[in-house]
């Protein structure tokens, strides 16, 4: 390939634990070169407390691990690739929102708050925000225009107003020194195209119309009347974010030279304006109407889109809400997904080493044992569950370990587990664990399918599809569907690099970017006729579990 063939881009990808970078051949999708790096402070686990659902990132982090996985790419790749990048694009978890002064630096990058978790990215998974969710749920629904009614009719704690005003109310030092507000997903875009002023902000359609109630009918954000009744500065808050967005495939600025020298690209690429980590993905992983994308990984996020409304638009509920070009530009963009997927096995496999890390290092265990033991839990857990006939164990657990997503938000829920006795093992409670997540997502299928969204076509992407054959069965098992595998370990990334992709100037819209880049489908996985049979009778009961925990312990 000569240089003049070079047509690469690259799609930074923000997780939960890491920032990813993927290289990829414009032309065919194909893989050029990709890193990881972990987030140094979020992996010692500071600033987080699980026992009161609070989990913040520094912004530290987000800049640490982008130098780390660039400074690996140029080592991977020399001089043969990176100068030839000519588009790029953002994507992060959401809603991640941080205080920011008036030039866009996070309040945790001043001196005066550099410890303090209120001035921090407050993660998609923080609930502390849960008592003011329910607030704004409890204004909406009796205001005169319910400004939750795009966004399923119900808002959660994960959400950015929510997360603004607990802060407000319990941080009123922090808020006051705070000149805006900016979502992960906007702050790397401006940061690395040298925006200086919150005015000048290209702020995401994705973001703000699925977290912060942004909809073209309401001229923007919720009415200042509104937002006042919550708390005043949210009003002042509100005026700094303009009335307008931006689809993906928007140029947001231009790569400065600074931040060129320092990830090894050259100056003035085109940076995409950014959007959250499961809408790309879907577009990485071949969303179009018809086509539900499951992007599984610590969490769920269930997408779909379909055609613009003409007239009136139909509401679905309980969802996490429907937006103009929040995935394919053109299109309406629908969201929901589950609040804990992959945590909940990792929830399991932290109980399960407690003993491991509290008592083995006391003794004369050789110090790799926690390494070694952390490495062979979850296969032999898998292995061991697969010999498992759906209801032999007589187990049934619900989901909710982090509260419940979708369908309608409730991020006071918790999980449960029934019917265990003396002879209960450890892969029994790990196959009723994957049972749950399986029907919470069955609730989410059946949810889109109850409000008139066709779905012909369920396709999975992420970690979890690929590395757990017996998640994937049981699921198909449980939605009593065929469920497609999608050949990338990168399809977020991937879908990443397609918006950079059109804002490089290689295609003129995303769905001519999918079609030329669009992965393989590896595997296709069959539901078990006589599984589907059983789980249709125990979904039954983790319907009734649910609404019993829901009524009586909320």
Wanted: hydrophobic share 45%; proline share 5%; charged share 20%.
């Amino acid at each position: 390939m000569n240089n003049r063939e070079k047509m690469y881009v690259i799609g930074i990808d923000y997780g939960t634990d890491s920032c990813r970078a993927v290289i990829t051949n414009a032309q065919n999708g194909e893989e050029i070169a990709s890193a990881v790096a972990q987030y140094p402070r979020w992996t010692e686990g500071r600033y987080c407390d699980a026992a009161n659902n609070q989990f913040r990132q520094h912004p530290q982090d987000y800049i640490d691990s982008l130098l780390a996985v660039m400074d690996e790419l140029a080592t991977k790749t020399g001089t043969d690739v990176l100068p030839f990048v000519r588009g790029m694009a953002i994507d992060t978890t959401g809603s991640t929102p941080c205080l920011v002064t008036e030039d866009i630096t996070p309040l945790a990058m001043l001196p005066a708050f550099a410890e303090n978790p209120n001035a921090m990215f407050i993660l998609w998974k923080d609930h502390t925000a849960t008592e003011e969710a329910f607030a704004i749920n409890d204004l909406a629904h009796s205001w005169k225009v319910d400004f939750t009614m795009y966004e399923g009719g119900v808002y959660s704690s994960e959400w950015l107003w929510a997360k603004l005003l607990h802060v407000a109310r319990t941080a009123p030092e922090v808020m006051a020194a705070a000149a805006s507000v900016i979502e992960h997903c906007d702050w790397m875009p401006a940061l690395l195209t040298g925006v200086r002023s919150v005015g000048d902000i290209k702020r995401s359609r994705c973001a703000m119309g699925h977290k912060a109630m942004w909809h073209k009918s309401f001229g923007g954000y919720p009415s200042d009347e509104f937002l006042a009744m919550l708390h005043p500065e949210l009003v002042r808050i509100k005026k700094t974010l303009g009335s307008e967005t931006w689809t993906s495939d928007t140029i947001a600025g231009y790569l400065t030279a600074e931040w060129a020298q320092r990830l090894h690209l050259k100056s003035e690429i085109p940076v995409a304006v950014g959007a959250y980590d499961a809408h790309m993905g879907a577009v990485g992983g071949g969303v179009e109407p018809g086509v539900l994308i499951k992007v599984m990984g610590t969490s769920t996020c269930d997408m779909i889109v379909g055609p613009l409304s003409v007239g009136k638009e139909h509401l679905v509920k309980g969802i996490c809400g429907q937006v103009d070009g929040s995935i394919i530009p053109g299109m309406l963009g629908y969201e929901a997904g589950q609040s804990a997927f992959g945590d909940v096995y990792a929830w399991f496999k932290n109980i399960l080493m407690w003993p491991i890390e509290q008592v083995l290092p006391q003794t004369s265990v050789p110090a790799n044992i926690r390494e070694e033991a952390e490495g062979r839990i979850m296969p032999a857990l898998e292995k061991a569950a697969s010999t498992i006939e759906p209801s032999a164990s007589g187990l049934l657990a619900l989901d909710w370990l982090n509260g419940r997503r979708t369908p309608d938000a409730n991020q006071k829920l918790k999980g449960a587990i029934i019917g265990l006795s003396l002879g209960t093992t450890a892969p029994m409670i790990y196959r009723a664990l994957i049972e749950a997540t399986a029907f919470g997502a069955r609730a989410i299928v059946e949810r889109f399918v109850e409000e008139h969204i066709n779905i012909r076509k369920i396709r999975a992407v992420g970690g979890v599809a690929r590395k757990s054959p017996l998640v994937m069965q049981v699921v198909a098992d449980v939605l009593g569907k065929p469920i497609e595998i999608v050949a990338s370990d990168q399809s977020v990334a991937l879908g990443a690099a397609m918006f950079a992709a059109v804002v490089g100037g290689f295609y003129a819209s995303v769905p001519e970017a999918q079609a030329a880049m669009q992965p393989a489908i590896e595997a296709v996985i069959l539901p078990d006729p006589d599984h589907v049979e059983v789980y249709n009778r125990l979904y039954q009961d983790y319907k009734k579990l649910g609404a019993f925990i829901e009524r009586e312990f909320t």
